[in-house]
């Protein structure tokens, strides 16, 4: 662990140094904060979990405006959430999703490519305290920012006054990162040359100017571990069946054995994705991601299969955290990370050629896709870079199982006639893959006529029948809906009764 000093190279703003307990004073009612923090890494921890306990303490009553890059851990998060009046652009916290259902916290879903645009335009406002993780303050001022950037560097230019906390528990992460920042209107920029994965155009720090500076405070926790589950075979079945897709792209579209950059979102089944593409037969593999994760490890040691990296976040398990910490000087030669409206920029997403692959909760016959909403209104998460990927890139595939298991028992099916809320239209989808099989979604068909497709090859077989007899049921049209009430009433009788005499 390094000491503060070795840390702090400006002498003025190494005077600013104060208890953490000081610092969140600088959290007044009505207040609007902009922080670090992608996926549970590089969040201010020390200061988030004190300021909650300060503000139970002493303020209870005290509500601000919480903006981030995305998710906070829970530790972090949990807390603080009673004391959260409006949060964005997307999070994970259990307690913060309560508040939100219960219309005590407003929440904000915005694409992330757009969000670090809207902030620094100043759409939301004035930004009144930045709270940013760093390791490294130089001599000059500016800022090595830690495992995650997301917002970081817009907070720190647009806000009235910073929080610095330095976390000594963690690596100095010099040379990892690649810092630009949106233009600002009426200002032109020429578009960023980014035309290859490792491509830097920007610096490795943010330049801050030190008199906004309120507070220096130390922090010595290291980012909380994302919880993974065991992978399973559904999983890893649904993996296959997406490295036999892109196996088909190969031949059909002429790749060679040069695999486009790849978009995996986070969780099992994106880990499951990337460990079967480290099994298949694709060389010098390059990611073009927002988050850096467990199954990306595996190509860091092989100069055979990994190329480079970019993400706007690191986010392991206690294991990958481990493995990174052993590759940590390969890695920072080999993964650059950005602000997120830079990794998930359309512009580049299509410049790229990324191929992006998501999990979305449920999809429907004609290729919508619903990422956010269980039962249209009840909120997961929220769309985070999805949108950003699925709509730009060259192929876009969503994956996910074909059924989930209810609280109550029941098993429901994930392809449905409709989904209860759209995030991605058909226009935005490319593939749809489950552990059954793969469908194609964009080509010269009507909707109606790639509906019979992915029911037969996406939806689970018990569910098949009931889906075949919706069509018969939903008339002409180009995506046929049941308007006839009693009809419709019957067909979904048939619906919860195959749901309930499901049998895995």
């Known amino acids: ?141 500016s800022v090595v920012l830690s495992s995650s950037v997301g917002i970081s560097a817009e907070a720190l230019i647009k806000a009235k006054k910073v929080v610095l906390e330095v976390n000594t528990a963690v690596p100095d992460y010099t040379g990892f990162h690649d810092i630009a920042v949106p233009p600002v209107y009426p200002k032109v920029a020429w578009p960023l040359p980014v035309v290859n994965v490792g491509d830097r155009v920007g610096a490795d720090g943010v330049e801050l100017d030190p008199s906004k500076v309120v507070a220096v405070i130390e922090s010595n926790v290291p980012d909380f571990p994302v919880p993974f589950k065991p992978t399973g075979e559904i999983d890893r079945q649904i993996a296959r069946n997406v490295i036999e897709y892109l196996m088909h792209c190969r031949e059909w579209l002429g790749w060679g054995d040069r695999l486009p950059p790849i978009q995996s979102g986070v969780g099992n089944i994106a880990n499951a994705v990337v460990g079967e593409l480290y099994s298949s037969p694709f060389r010098r593999v390059r990611f073009w991601t927002e988050v850096f994760q467990d199954g990306m490890m595996r190509f860091v040691e092989d100069d055979a299969k990994f190329d480079c990296a970019s993400a706007t976040a690191i986010s392991f398990s206690a294991e990958g955290r481990a ?16 602000p997120m409206w830079l990794s998930n920029s359309p512009e580049i997403i299509t410049r790229l050629f990324v191929v992006a692959m998501n999990t979305p909760l449920e999809v429907d016959i004609y290729g919508h896709a619903n990422s956010t909403h269980v039962d249209g209104s009840k909120l997961i998460n929220g769309l985070g870079g999805s949108g950003d990927f699925l709509r730009n890139a060259y192929l876009s595939i969503v994956h996910t199982p074909s059924v989930r298991k209810l609280r109550d028992g029941r098993t429901v099916s994930c392809v449905m006639p409709y989904v209860g809320h759209i995030d991605h239209t058909e226009h935005d989808i490319k593939c749809v893959v489950t552990e059954q099989g793969f469908a194609q979604i964009t080509d010269l068909r009507s909707p109606r006529r790639r509906a019979v497709e992915v029911i037969d090859k996406c939806a689970h077989p018990h569910f098949r029948p009931v889906l075949h007899g919706y069509l018969k049921i939903a008339g002409g049209g180009d995506q046929p809906r049941a308007n006839d009430l009693d009809a419709l009433q019957g067909w979904w009788r048939e619906y919860e009764a195959a749901c309930r005499s499901f049998s895995a």
């Open 1 to 141: 662990m390094a000491s503060l000093k070795e840390r702090v190279e400006h002498k003025a703003l190494l005077s600013k140094v104060v208890p953490v307990d000081e610092a969140v004073k600088l959290v007044t009612p009505g207040c609007q904060i902009a922080i670090s923090g992608f996926t549970k890494s590089g969040e201010p921890k020390g200061f988030l979990m004190a300021l909650a306990k300060y503000l139970r303490e002493e303020a209870p009553e005290t509500r601000f405006t919480l903006l981030s890059g995305a998710s906070l851990s829970e530790e972090a998060e949990g807390p603080l959430a009673p004391f959260i009046g409006k949060r964005g652009p997307y999070m994970s916290s259990s307690a913060s999703r309560k508040r939100i259902h219960s219309g005590e916290m407003d929440f904000s879903d915005v694409h992330l490519s757009a969000f670090g645009r809207n902030l620094i335009f100043g759409i939301y406002g004035e930004i009144d305290l930045a709270v940013v993780e760093v390791s490294r303050i130089r001599a000059d001022g």
């Open 323 to 338: 493995q990174f910490d052993r590759l940590f000087e390969r890695c920072r030669e080999r993964l650059v990370l950005r």
